[in-house]
């Protein structure tokens, strides 16, 4: 048992770490207060503090009632976004600066320590990021290990917690290359730089549906904003898959390679339902939540139904938002395209 806890929270921890690990605004923030030595615990203190709070929603299923309400992401990723080009334009403008007043530290340090506060609060809870990261992505992946899940989150909040700390304090070691004006202009440039492209980005995003990706680099989840503006009526997806009969779940397993199971998807409000899922495939789908079904035609000359989603693990059933859905069959010799673009015959279900 104690050995299942402790596996459980290193996994916590290295998964923890992989999404907090990474070039993004709240890191940059970080650093550039322990560089100068200004409300650095406050700092950390907020960072850690709010993913504890976020991994602690994302463990106790927070993040499916997130997917159930996707307007929230949608506003605060606009919020986000204005937000950080904002910050981003403060840098570029203390980078334009005459070296000297971009050192100037000094000041009311009351005031100092309120906006160093505020401005690191809005970094975190206008991160749409953030809500993906520690919510969405590692609520389902600690959902994966069942009732040892709070040992995967305890995992995750240490790594914040050892992240942050190391990120804040430890950027005191750079205090003497810092201390030429240079330095801080070079650094303002990286903080400008960093917060313009996150922004633009996001906005961009935005705009096209295309969803958001995690800053990690390491996981794009372009299906969140598929599902949240979903073009498809889930009555009529229902009415099509009662004409089929058995489906295939296809998951990506740790080695890269599909998982392939027969199952019997249930439409309700929506979803997609799948019970008794097998230990590799809710694996797979706590790891990696991008799954689709496939079912084959009942003639040879029928269309195959194909369903991609997103799958998060509910108790002991596997539930998953479908983000597209087409019909499809290879083409006969001289048939014509048909209007779904994808080289074959293809009809798009709107969901």
């Known amino acids: ?32 207060q322990g560089a100068r030595r200004q409300a650095v615990a406050a700092v950390v203190a907020i960072c850690v503090g709010s993913d504890a ?16 309400y996707p307007a929230a992401l949608t506003v605060v990723g606009l919020a986000g976004g204005c937000f950080l080009i904002g910050c981003g334009a403060v840098a570029a403008r203390r980078a334009l600066r005459p070296a000297t007043a971009a050192l100037a530290t000094t000041g009311d340090a009351t005031a100092s320590l309120r906006t160093a506060i505020l401005v690191c609060l809005a ?43 190391g990120l804040g304090y430890g950027a005191r070691l750079l205090a003497p290359v810092l201390a030429l004006p240079a330095a801080w202009r070079v650094l303002d ?31 794009l989840v372009p299906q969140y904003a598929r599902y949240m503006n979903s073009e498809v009526k889930s009555d009529e997806l229902a009415r099509v898959i009662a004409d089929y009969d058995l489906a295939h779940l296809i998951s990506i397993g740790d080695n890269s390679l599909p998982r392939i199971v027969p199952v019997h998807p249930v439409p309700h409000s929506g979803r997609l339902h799948v019970t008794a899922p097998g230990s590799h495939t809710r694996d797979n789908v706590a790891a990696r939540p991008a799954v689709s079904l496939v079912w084959a035609p009942r003639e040879p000359t029928g269309y195959s139904l194909i369903v991609d989603g997103l799958g998060t693990l509910e108790n002991d059933r596997l539930v998953i938002a479908p983000t597209r859905a087409i019909l499809h069959r290879v083409l006969a010799p001289g048939q014509e395209f048909g209007d779904g673009g994808c080289g074959n015959d293809c009809r798009a279900i709107p969901l």
């Open 123 to 165: 970094m975190t809870w206008l991160n749409p990021h953030v809500y993906l990261d520690t919510v969405l992505l590692l609520g389902s992946v600690a959902a994966g290990h069942g009732s040892l899940r709070w040992a995967f989150g305890v995992g995750a909040m240490v790594a914040s917690g050892v992240w942050f700390a």
């Open 1 to 32: 048992m104690h050995s299942g806890i402790f596996s459980a929270a290193l996994a916590g921890f290295g998964a923890g770490l992989s999404l907090i690990v990474a070039i993004g605004a709240q890191n940059a923030f970080v650093l550039r």
């Open 189 to 219: 440039v990286f903080v400008a730089a960093t917060m313009f492209v996150l922004g633009v980005v996001l906005m961009m995003q935005l705009a096209r549906g295309t969803g958001l990706a995690s800053p990690s680099g390491a996981l």
């Open 53 to 68: 709070i976020l991994i602690m929603c994302g463990v106790g299923g927070l993040g499916a009632l997130v997917s159930t």
